[in-house]
């Protein structure tokens, strides 16, 4: 398996780039978080990189982080989902924003991506529910999240709809514990 290439960069075409290692020129699929982050045409480049091995083809797929890179490997697990759509997914959003969007289970976010309708996203936060956690306490931002996804599964048990708990927890500010954070939240409904 080819896990990692550095090289000099040949081209930009996104979402494709050339990247020469050693002579060889190895033509790699990335996602445009990572092509916004490539240096210029002539420079060094280093990519972490996944190897998919279809019946008619090998594509090299790149990613400038070890979270995009896990990220996409748990994206194409998922049925139905090929490493074209998982790229879309991860130009569309950032690692932390989706795995915030599974913690949340805000499909809404993710029938933004194109080629993403309501029952993918719904299949990719069920699929993806538990596997992207790490991928928060990663990026810092586990604890708000952890609370914001309880006050959540708070509101929703005690009979809110989606649109009403998500509305209310948006008005409960970043940072708030889960039992102040359910309070506030519940006194906002009560006005509402």
Known sequence: MIGRLSGILLEKNPPQLLIDCGGVGYEVGVPMSTFYNLPGVGEKV???????VREDAHLLYGFGSIEERNAFKELIKISGI??????????????GDLAQAVTLQEAGRLTKIPGIGKKTAERLLLELKGKLGADL????????HDAAADILNALLALGYSD????????????????SEGIKLALKMLSKA
């Open 46 to 52: 280093v990519l972490l990189t996944h190897l998919a």
């Open 82 to 95: 090929g490493a074209r759509t998982a790229l879309s997914v991860l130009s569309g959003l950032s690692v």
């Open 137 to 144: 306490a990663a990026a810092g931002i586990a604890t708000h």
């Open 163 to 178: 649109k009403e708990a998500a509305l209310a927890l948006k008005q409960v500010p970043s940072g708030t514990g889960v």
